[in-house]
């Protein structure tokens, strides 16, 4: 698994120091506020439970599974696999991604819990992709500002693999351009 990473672009222990920087920012803002956490599935799960851990004070938690992704391409559009089990009237909700890529399943999710009464919404994302975006979409908390490649790793995955691998690295382009 492991010889199919070209490098390494964040380690281990940057990630947590990443989670670190970011929890505290939240909590400073949030801990008054029993936010709703929404988890992206299945990319954001890893990066929501480590740094659920860090965020301590009263929240809830739903998960939401959308897809637009078919290996490493956008199809463009987006698609509600799975909904929330929360009302989400009147809440202030944190929505945890892995990455923004081209920002579409943002702006969809976004425009979702607005149409559905959320009092207000931030977006944490671990990582934010800014070359490739198609819609003007901004996170409130990013943990790191990537360059214009496929990573996998820490949640990310291709084609469902590599999502375990414990840091984040860059694909090698041979792997899938076979
Ligand atoms: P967006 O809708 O284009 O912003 O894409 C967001 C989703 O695409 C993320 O939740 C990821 O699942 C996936 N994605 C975007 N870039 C990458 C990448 O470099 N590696 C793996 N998945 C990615
Ligand atoms: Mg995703």
Known sequence: MNNDIERVLITQDQ?????DTM????????????????????GAMIFTGDMLKRLNFKLNLDLVDVSSYAGTNTTGRVKLIQDLKS????????????IIDTGLTMNFLVKLLKKRGAKNIA?????????????????????FETPDEFLVGYG??????YRNLPYIGI????????
């Open 15 to 19: 990630i947590k120091d990443l989670l």
């Open 23 to 42: 929890a505290t920012e939240i909590t400073t803002k949030y801990q008054d506020q029993f936010p709703l956490v929404v988890s992206v599935l299945t």
């Open 87 to 98: 009302n989400v009237q009147g809440r202030t909700v944190i929505i945890m991604e892995d």
């Open 123 to 143: 977006i944490c994302a671990l990582l934010d992709k800014p070359a490739r975006r198609q819609v003007d979409i901004k996170g409130d908390f990013i943990g």
């Open 156 to 161: 990310l995955d291709y084609n469902n693999l």
């Open 171 to 178: 694909l090698k382009p041979t792997v899938y351009q076979k």
